[in-house]
């Protein structure tokens, strides 16, 4: 029996999908069999992500609906061999679903997948409520700043009162040179706002951009400082402790060694 996670957050953009993307390749290459589940419905664009919006035939709602079975609905990923997705429907809303179907597209997909990850939309509408009452566990993207880490705890409330039991943090974008500068909160500060524990750290980086635009979006990035917050964080879902800030680099000091410099004693 697998677990499914969803990524989730209060705030728009802070990188869920691209968390999603890139988390659920990482799980995949490292043998896990994992699928991916765009959980907004109408605004869908993990396809996207992914660059599976070609090979999309069926979505859930065709097997909510009783018309497909699993898999018919499930896309296999041209990349990688434990990576599938499945997409979201573009016109039929999520509060259509029975919440039998609903409850036997969860099931059914933990069953099959050690790791089924769900990529919400921002906020707590219904693609939210559509994942999180399914949840295992949950992983809260957030920017380092204090409107998109409040808008977070409210999320984390939400998520608490459905009995999600193990809900982490993900602080994304973080530049150590604005948190020099004081220009961006301190990972630690953030902690404590959200007072959640941290489950990864990944730096602004612009490769990350790059790979989305360039239409080849998570096989470029399994090295790189990016890359390997990623994989790190893959491997915290899998249960490995692995220190917070213990990533390699190579031997070259980059943006993540002078981050591990600067909270050298979560190590
Ligand atoms: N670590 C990063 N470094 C640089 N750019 C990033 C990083 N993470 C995400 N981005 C960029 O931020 C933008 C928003 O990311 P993404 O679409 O994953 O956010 P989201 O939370 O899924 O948004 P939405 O709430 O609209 O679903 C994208 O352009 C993405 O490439
Ligand atoms: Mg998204």
């Known amino acids: 029996m697998g677990k499914i996670v969803i990524i989730a957050s209060g705030k728009g953009g802070t990188g869920k999908t691209t968390l999603t993307s890139h988390v659920g390749a990482a799980l995949a290459r490292g043998g896990r069999l994992t699928a991916l589940v765009d959980a907004d419905a109408g605004f ?12 999309i035939v069926y979505d859930y709602s065709d097997f909510i609906n009783g018309s497909s079975d699993l898999d018919d609905i499930l896309i296999k990923s041209s990349d990688l061999e434990n990576l599938y997705f499945v997409a979201a429907p573009q016109s039929v809303p999520t509060t259509d679903f029975s919440e039998e179907k609903t409850e036997e597209f969860w099931k059914n997909l933990k069953n099959r997948f050690e790791f089924v990850l769900a990529d919400a939309p921002a906020g707590m509408g ?7 009452k399914h949840a295992d566990e949950a992983v809260i993207v957030s920017l380092a700043e204090t409107s998109s880490l409040r808008d977070a705890d409210r999320v984390v409330d939400v998520l608490e009162d459905l009995g999600v039991e193990t809900v982490r943090l993900v602080l994304n974008r973080i530049d150590p040179k604005l948190i020099e500068r004081k220009i961006m909160m301190n990972v630690d500060d953030c902690i404590d706002v959200l007072g959640i524990p941290i489950l990864g750290i990944i730096p602004d980086d612009g490769a990350v951009t790059e790979s989305m635009i360039k239409g080849v979006p998570y096989m470029e990035l399994t090295e790189g400082e990016a890359g390997i917050a990623f994989k790190n964080i893959a491997e915290r879902l899998e249960g490995k402790q692995i220190p917070i800030m213990d990533f390699e680099t190579g031997g070259k000091k980059g943006l993540l060694g002078r981050l591990r410099e600067f909270f050298g004693h979560r190590q």
Do not use: P, Q
């Open 44 to 55: 869908r664009n993990l396809d996207i992500a992914l660059g599976l919006e070609s090979s």
């Open 126 to 132: 219904d693609g939210f409520m559509f994942a999180a």
